[in-house]
């Protein structure tokens, strides 16, 4: 059969799936929210580990995935709910046909109010399958709002670090193309942020729109739009449709807004996850990161309490960490920074044997060791941080430090560095980690 949407036979089978596509909306809704609320709370780890990481290209991407596994799967649960009120009202009217008023024997007032507000049973039915069809629609459109708002910030940000930010680009390409094109990026998005609240008012006015319409074309582009177009114009056309737009975007805020509500209490104590000389977080000591998903805050030792004559202490590697040792030694920076994405798959013969990479190593965690150390009660202890993994799987630097002089009791581990700011060198506590120590 030709798909041609011109041909009679395509229209008649177009016509066929939309009266029977209630089964299939059902069945990909019932195995999406399946899939899709068990893979969430992994989503929510993967996403947590790129932020912890520092990975923010990474941890963009998972916040995306997980944005939009949120909204498909409250839609989606939303759409069953109302088609399983669809077949319970067809059930229904097959056994009481449509609503008798007159069987009531109500009051002339409630009869005509009733006959008014509610008419026809058929009628409730038909608004439900359309709000059934439609919701069930939008739930993929707004996914791609989702990717469109990301492409869009993501311009925005490329165009501000390899653009104008970019020091090996002459100054008429980095300010003189750079800022002009970001000037019209940030107006674009503003104005395809108006026409997208008003449902196209820009592309109305006969004067507004010939202003409008290179900065539709562009956006079209950035925001993938091309490939959804006919979804939002179909929505656009329909009245239904419009009114249920505007009720599901107010609807949303509601949500963000009731999730972010929590019960506070106490006036003075906070529950936070920072460790501090008066509150001891979980994310600063191995044996309470029990649960998939914990992660250590930015340094770890084994336990609150500690019995041996040594004190193992894990630091998380951090982007920021590799920054300050190429501002401390200069010598250590590559030509080319290779930190983030990249393959595997490499066709060049490498840059550096074993040999020179396992030296410059060494001069790696030398210049840690200069930049970082480890103080109890005020006092500075030798460290000799090398590289290794938590227990957590975490990636960092490990040490081990003689504690048998302590006494017993309550002490304050402190995490520190030296801070280049000019000519002055200032210590910094980047963490602060309370335990306790009682020899066996």
């Known amino acids: 059969m030709s798909s041609s949407h011109d041909n009679p036979a395509f229209k008649k089978l177009l016509q066929k799936l939309q009266e029977e596509s209630w089964q299939l909306e059902l069945l990909i809704s019932g195995f999406a929210i399946f899939g899709l609320i068990n893979a969430y709370p992994e989503i929510q780890i993967f996403s947590k580990q790129a932020r912890h990481l520092g990975n923010d290209i990474v941890a963009v991407i998972w916040m995306v995935v997980g944005v939009s596994c949120a909204i498909l799967i409250f839609n989606l649960l939303l759409h069953v709910i109302l088609r399983g009120l669809w077949i319970g009202a067809l059930g229904l009217r097959y056994v009481s046909g449509d609503i008798d008023y007159d069987e009531l024997n109500y009051s002339d007032k409630f009869s005509n109010y009733l006959r008014k507000r509610i008419g026809s049973f058929d009628k409730y039915i038909a608004t439900l399958e359309n709000y059934c069809s439609v919701i069930f629609a939008i739930s993929f459109l707004l996914i791609f709002y989702v990717l469109a708002f990301t492409f ?105 807004l009731a999730t972010s509500i929590e019960y506070k209490k106490s006036n003075y104590i906070d529950t936070s996850n920072d460790s501090n000389s008066y509150y001891a977080g979980k994310r600063n000591y191995e044996d309470m990161l029990t649960e998939k998903g914990d992660f250590i805050r930015s340094a770890a030792i084994p336990s609150k309490v500690i019995k041996d004559s040594y004190l193992k202490i894990f630091m998380v590697y951090s982007d920021a960490i590799e920054n300050r040792i190429f501002k401390r030694n200069k010598g250590l920076k590559p030509k080319k920074d290779r930190r983030g994405l990249y393959s595997d798959i490499s066709f060049s013969m490498p840059e550096m044997s074993f040999q020179e990479r396992d030296s410059l190593k060494r001069l790696y965690l030398k210049e840690f060791n200069k930049i970082y150390y480890v103080t109890i009660d005020s006092v500075t202890y030798d460290s000799d941080f090398i590289l290794g993994e938590s227990t957590t799987n975490e990636f960092g630097f490990e040490a081990y430090i003689d504690i048998k002089n302590l006494s017993k009791g309550r002490h304050l581990l402190k995490l520190q560095r030296d801070e280049f700011r000019k000519n002055d060198t200032i210590p910094v506590t980047f963490d602060a980690i309370p335990f306790w120590y009682f020899k066996d």
């Open 152 to 256: 869009t910030i993501a311009t925005i940000g490329l165009t501000a670090e390899n653009i104008i930010s970019n020091d090996s680009l002459p100054a008429w390409v980095s300010k003189g193309i750079g800022i002009p094109f970001m000037v019209f990026i940030v107006l674009g998005m503003l104005l395809t942020f108006i026409d997208f609240l008003t449902q196209g008012w820009l592309k109305k006015k006969q004067w507004i729109s010939k202003i409008y319409f290179p900065v539709y074309w562009v956006f079209s582009i950035i925001t993938l739009s091309f490939l959804y177009r006919p979804l939002v114009y179909n929505f656009l056309d329909n009245r239904f449709g419009r009114r249920l737009s505007f009720i599901l975007v107010p609807l949303y805020f509601i949500i963000l």
